[in-house]
T-cell receptor
């Protein structure tokens, strides 16, 4: 099955700086890579996703890049704000309707 | 994801008891999923169902059971065979032909007393 590894497990950044979270996956057939944000005690919310036919996708301050050759993808948050503080999860699937999740990254934005 | 509801929000179980967690969706999604979340371990798949009256085991199905008698409902029973059930349980759903995009319910926090 798919194995997704996520780094770092914790990330502390100064407000206004950028944050980068990296994930690697094992199944070369994986073709869909969503990112979820989970605030404390809340449900995970989809914030951005990318499919294997695209190398990069951007939505305002959030961007995701995908390197299929190296089997890794990354989340980039620019101009971080206190409300960006949360746990972020990457995931991957080869379209067998099961998502494999990374262990999560706790992001803290310092004011 | 506002169309997925879970109840109760908090649930306490005594040793040896079975408990059932409710998950309902009004999004007309075909596929539904149950995940367990423990600190530092991400989300682990318990069971999933792609269609009514059919479901498959996920990665950690032991000690759990499900049913899918209606499209909008996918209840999870945590049996006494589950030795460490204290966790946050999340239900999710997705459209059949875009089953990779999953939307989550608010979760149920189960505590064993």
């Amino acid at each position: 099955g798919e194995n997704v590894e996520q780094h770092p497990s914790t990330l502390s950044v100064q407000e206004g700086d950028s944050a980068v979270i990296k994930c690697t996956y094992s199944d070369s057939a994986s073709n869909y890579f969503p990112w979820y944000k989970q605030e404390l005690g809340k449900r995970p919310q989809l914030i951005i996703d990318i499919r294997s036919n695209v190398g990069e996708k951007k939505d305002q301050r959030i961007a995701v890049t995908l390197n299929k050759t190296a089997k890794h993808f990354s989340l980039h948050i620019t101009e971080t704000q206190p409300e960006d503080s949360a746990v972020y999860f990457c995931a991957a699937t080869n379209n067998d309707y099961k998502l494999s999740f990374g262990a999560g990254t706790t992001v803290t934005v310092r004011a | 994801d506002g169309g997925i509801t879970q109840s109760p929000k908090y649930l306490f179980r005594k040793e040896g008891q079975n408990v059932t967690l409710s998950c309902e969706q009004n999004l007309n999604h075909d596929a539904m999923y149950w995940y367990r979340q423990d600190p530092g371990q991400g989300l682990r798949l318990i069971y999933y169902s792609q269609i009514v009256n059919d479901f498959q085991k996920g990665d950690i199905a032991e000690g759990y059971s499900v049913s899918r008698e209606k499209k909008e409902s996918f209840p999870l029973t945590v049996t006494s065979a589950q030795k460490n059930p204290t966790a946050f349980y999340l239900c999710a759903s997705s459209i059949w032909d875009s089953a990779d995009t999953q939307y989550f319910g608010p979760g149920t926090r189960l505590t064993v007393l």
